[in-house]
């Protein structure tokens, strides 16, 4: 079954080339099935880019997932195209207020990193849909620097600077091979990462709540779980596309920016040549986990999520 999206989203004729499942509203509507109720919180100053990967990855499964974007509206967005975030988006504080069901809910990334939490402007709106998250979603990914954001929400679990950015391509462990969200992972996976800070590793082993599910040595934590998933915090990028982290190098290039190669990236480490993708297919598959590790769980009437 496919994603259910705003036919005039600009995702949709995107998704639509590369045979992504998409349907639009009406046509759903015919189906007699409840879809999963997934919500984005897109904190990602690449709007559309942000929400074609993810949908990209959404849309791989055989479940209808219905979609609903969500943005601070203590937040004046400097990237999105005019009238985007006002047709395709809900205030993510509306949907605090009428305490609306979700099957899952993602929360990406955001360029505020080296800001202390507390200085970032629509802190306490995320705040708020962090704390509404635990008894009205099943689920919830929260992914880089929204993975940062929701351990030290929760758990108060610091983050700390790097020497240098974590820039590129590197590979990574499955601690728990059989947890649900790593079935049918190799023993050792490639993910994208793109980062200057990193989550205390002693301050989240010291918790008993919380489970490194994946790290190595080079990316420190990669993913965390709590609640037996239904917490799920992921440092690097999984969702990138093939182009992302070029297109973040020669941004930072054109600003005059203290910057590496992104590593184990290009070929020969040659800026010129085209990127190897070599991290899709593990991606495809931890969304496909999730997705079907939410549908398995998730009691069907969502009033009766506790």
Known sequence: MPI????ALPAYDALSRERVFVITEDRAEHQDIRPLRVGIVNLMPTTIDTEIQLLRLLGNSPLQVDITFLNMSSHTSKHAPPG???????????IVCMKAR??????TGAPVETLHFEEVDYWDELVKI???????????MHICWGAQAGLYRRYNIPKKPLEKKLFGIFPHAVNEQYHSLFRGFDDEFLAPQSRHTTCDRGAIAADSR?????????????????????EIYVTGHLEYDPLTLDREYRRDISKGLAIEV??????DNDPSKTPVVRWRAHANLFFDNWLNYVYQETPFNLDELE
């Open 4 to 7: 259910k999206i705003p036919r």
């Open 102 to 107: 979700f099957d899952g809910l993602i929360i």
């Open 130 to 140: 962090i704390d509404y998250s635990e008894k009205n979603v099943f689920s919830v």
């Open 84 to 94: 985007h975030l006002e047709k395709f988006y809900t205030s993510a504080e509306e």
């Open 262 to 267: 992104p590593k184990n990236y290009y070929p």
């Open 210 to 230: 919380l489970s490194i599910q994946s790290e190595t040595a080079e990316t420190g934590v990669f993913i965390v779980t709590a609640r037996e998933g239904r």
